[in-house]
């Protein structure tokens, strides 16, 4: 079977599964997964950080190269009669906070209610830390790891593009610096979807006007020209997966999440077909990098 007929049947199924109705997409990683499988951000007292924080903390830690697991305050660090070493540059976390506010009902009987609000605040590794306790130097032990591993041959895929792939918290490709960012591969539940992810934002990067300039006339978030390049990320992602052979077929949630963009654009499903054609370039232009390896 050639590419061309792997690219049809894949985007026949992608039209197949939109005809379906409504499909739930849910993102492949989450900070649940992620605190099971890795050893989790720790505060100065061992208590551990959770949600949100623990895919930021940790995402900052692979970003900068720090190995060890606390996380404290400037005060809470002088506290412990240290110091932060100078020119470390903190990172933000954020705690659910309550105000309360008198306020009369219906009735004009006055009662106080809480509102909850976010607020934030900047802590440092203990790698950007000196003279802590020893024990804070300390690596602790692991929880055994059944994280996803990455797999070598894919790996290779993606760097023979030299693209610029950073970790981060989120999934996301920002043209204005050239850069692909990822969230940490132990977030997923399954390698497939890391990569299948990475290959959605490898996609975009394809897009910047030094390689094949595509743009659509894209003015802001979620217009047309928006929605067809959300369309050929997508598209791409799965015919890549079907060439690299970790998923031959596009699951559920890659279809639902087309069907959200063809919505915003009246359901003109006739615009598959070109996306697909634009996803096809995209795939080839990756695989191109693939062919020019200097030995």
Known sequence: ??????????????????????????????????????????????????????????????????????????????NLKASIRKGEKGSQVIYAE????????????????????????????????????????????QVPNNSPQRIEELDKFFTQTKADIRTGSKAAYYSMDDYVDMPPIESF?????????????????TK?????????????WGDEGYAKEELVAEIGACFLAADLGFEPMPEEKHAAYIQSWLKALQDDKKLIFSAAAYAQKATEFLHSFQHNIQT
């Open 1 to 78: 079977m050639t590419s061309n007929d792997t690219y049809t049947r894949i985007t026949n199924k992608i039209i197949a599964d939109l005809e379906k109705g409504e499909l739930t997409w849910r993102k492949p990683w989450n900070s649940e997964h992620l605190a099971q499988n890795v050893q989790r951000p720790l505060r100065w007292n061992n208590i551990p950080y959770t949600g949100i924080n623990t895919v930021v903390l940790w995402a900052t830690a692979a970003e900068k190269g720090y190995a060890l697991p606390h996380w404290m305050t400037f005060n809470q660090a002088i």
């Open 98 to 141: 309550q105000m309360l506010k008198e306020e009369e009902d219906k009735d004009g009987e006055k009662q106080i209610i809480q509102i909850p609000f976010l607020k934030s605040y900047t802590v440092f590794n203990a790698s950007q830390i000196d003279g802590l306790p020893q024990h804070f130097y300390e690596l602790a032990e």
């Open 189 to 205: 539940e399954a390698a497939k979807d890391y990569y299948s992810v990475l290959a959605h934002e490898i996609t975009h990067w």
């Open 208 to 220: 910047h006007p030094t390689r094949l300039n595509r743009d659509f006339g894209r003015k802001h």
